[in-house]
């Protein structure tokens, strides 16, 4: 299969958790952290995010003050995607939706934007031989960021640890689902960065997908 190198990031808590329960928008992290996102934003030829994230964090998927803006990818199982989103209405990449489940289009309307219907591996290599996407940086949530740990698609992780936050919750999600639905098997990563920022509490880490 051919893909695009594939990267992904999210804050977790001291616990563990991605967010709390029940799960609450972005921007719990500190400043430095949301400047760190949008670092790694500008090295992606392409955002993937599924849309529950989307509309929870009203993200834009865009870099402020840059001509080169990425393409757009929201994923849905269903399709059913909110067309007042303040995404479809903010200039930026162009917009790609992916609808993984229902194949009909009955629903969707027509707007300045791409719809494939395909499984996420088809839609991964579509990206790559047809719209030149070498590199992918994956937003969110926990369940799309299951689905390409559960097919090993993914080649970078990043992490920020938020040390002054702790969230518990028994349903509360982690960097890959709820935390009793298990992968299918290990991934194996290796630390490659290290960064500890003392004014917040916050650790910025990179790991990178060990394939020896």
Same mark, same amino acid.
């Given at each position: 299969?051919?893909?695009?190198?594939?990267?992904?990031?999210?804050?977790?808590?001291?616990?563990?958790?991605?967010?709390?329960?029940?799960?609450?928008?972005?921007?719990?992290?500190?400043?430095?952290?949301?400047?760190?996102? *949008?670092?790694?934003?500008?090295?992606?030829?392409?955002?993937?995010?599924?849309?529950? !994230? *989307?509309?929870?964090? @009203?993200?834009?998927? !865009?870099?402020?003050?840059?001509?080169?803006?990425?393409?757009?990818?929201?994923?849905?199982?269903?399709?059913?995607?909110?067309? !007042?989103?303040?995404?479809?209405?903010?200039?930026?990449?162009?917009?790609?939706?992916?609808?993984?489940?229902?194949?009909?289009?009955?629903?969707?309307?027509?707007?300045?934007?791409?719809?494939?219907?395909?499984?996420?591996?088809?839609?991964?290599?579509?990206?790559?031989?047809? &719209?030149?996407?070498?590199?992918?940086?994956?937003?969110?949530?926990?369940?799309?960021?299951?689905? *390409?740990?559960? *097919?090993?698609?993914?080649?970078?992780?990043?992490?920020?640890?938020?040390?002054?936050?702790?969230?518990?919750?028994? @349903?509360?999600?982690?960097t890959t689902g709820i935390p009793q639905d298990f992968?299918?098997?290990?991934?194996?990563?290796?630390?490659?960065?290290?960064? @500890?920022?003392?004014?917040?509490?916050?650790?910025?880490?990179? &790991?990178?997908?060990?394939?020896?």
């Open positions: 299969m051919r893909k695009p190198v594939i990267s992904t990031n999210l804050a977790i808590s001291a616990d563990g958790k991605i967010s709390s329960d029940p799960p609450r928008p972005s921007g719990w992290t500190s400043a430095q952290d949301h400047q760190r996102l *949008l670092d790694l934003r500008k090295n992606a030829d392409a955002l993937l995010v599924g849309r529950g !994230t *989307l509309e929870a964090d @009203q993200m834009t998927m !865009t870099i402020p003050g840059q001509s080169r803006q990425p393409l757009r990818c929201i994923v849905s199982h269903k399709g059913d995607f909110d067309f !007042t989103h303040p995404l479809f209405h903010r200039p930026g990449g162009k917009i790609h939706l992916l609808v993984t489940g229902d194949r009909s289009p009955s629903h969707l309307e027509a707007g300045d934007f791409s719809v494939h219907f395909q499984s996420l591996p088809e839609f991964l290599e579509n990206l790559a031989i047809n &719209y030149g996407v070498a590199r992918l940086h994956c937003e969110g949530g926990g369940q799309l960021i299951k689905a *390409l740990a559960s *097919l090993d698609l993914i080649d970078e992780f990043h992490l920020t640890l938020a040390g002054h936050t702790l969230f518990g919750g028994h @349903q509360a999600p982690t992968l299918p098997r290990s991934v194996d990563f290796e630390l490659h960065h290290f960064e @500890q920022i003392h004014e917040t509490g916050e650790c910025f880490m990179t &790991y990178k997908r060990s394939r020896g």
